[in-house]
């Protein structure tokens, strides 16, 4: 089982629609979740952070973390084709704090 | 506030020959990764410093990849002898936080593309 799973993608979405991105971790004690657009090319960047249970917004960005689920998610509102990128979940473990990326999920807006 | 830098941006060299990658960290950052990025991959934790200790190297290939980190402050990766399968892209990363910090969010650098012929 790998330690963070992502869809597979890619995922097309229409602009202006909402983009769903979800990611599944295994490690039951990880703390720390961190959402990274990377666009093609490019290095990671990070774009969301998130430690606690429910949901972070800032901007056009949402992340929702349910810890007894291990489950973490992305949206994006308002998708805009600067968006179009692939974006990485990344998950810290809570005694060393290493972080483990999943694959992550390519996302395109078509205009 | 300066980001992480890397040099240099691009590299081929061909199998068995060696190549070294620098990277400098955000200024106070106490940590700094390397990764490793294979395309269509999540980056993957090479070695990970402490100021000017390592904290985990157990996915470094040892045989052919070493790491520095002299000061706490510049790193170096160097692979010698590098493989085809060395192709890949080499992120540096920095956080502020030590080990104690909950909140380790990590900066990433340009990276280095790294084309093994």
């Known amino acids: 089982q790998k330690e963070v799973e992502q869809n597979s993608g890619p995922l097309s979405v229409p602009e202006g629609a909402i983009a769903s991105l979800n990611c599944t971790y295994s490690?039951?004690?990880?703390?720390?979740f961190f959402w990274y657009r990377q666009y093609s090319g490019k290095s990671p960047e990070l774009i969301m952070s998130?430690?606690?249970?429910g949901d972070k917004e800032d901007g056009r960005f949402t992340a929702q973390l349910n810890k007894a689920s291990q489950y973490v998610s992305l949206l994006i509102r308002d998708s805009q084709p600067s968006d179009s990128a692939t974006y990485l979940c990344?998950?810290?473990?809570?005694?060393?704090?290493?972080?483990?990326f999943g694959a992550g999920t390519t996302v395109t807006v078509r205009a | 506030e300066a980001g992480v830098a890397q040099s240099p941006r691009y590299k081929i060299i061909e199998k068995r020959q060696s190549v070294a990658f620098w990277c400098n960290p955000i200024?106070?950052?106490?940590?700094l990764y390397w990764y490793q990025q294979i395309l269509g991959q999540g980056p993957k934790l090479l070695i990970q410093?402490?100021?000017?200790?390592?904290?985990?190297d157990s996915q470094l290939p040892k045989d052919r990849f070493s790491a520095e980190r002299l000061k706490g402050v510049d790193s170096t990766l160097k692979i010698q002898p590098a493989k085809l399968e060395d192709s890949a892209v080499y992120l540096c990363?920095?956080?502020?936080?030590?080990?104690?910090?909950?909140?380790?969010?990590?900066?990433f650098g340009p990276g280095t593309r790294l084309t093994v012929l």
């Open positions: 990363a920095s956080s502020l936080l030590g080990l104690a910090g909950a909140y380790n969010e990590q900066f």
């Open positions: 490690d039951r004690v990880s703390q720390s």
């Open positions: 998130i430690y606690s249970n």
């Open positions: 990344a998950v810290a473990r809570s005694n060393d704090y290493k972080l483990s």
């Open positions: 200024s106070g950052h106490a940590t």
């Open positions: 410093f402490q100021n000017n200790g390592v904290v985990d």
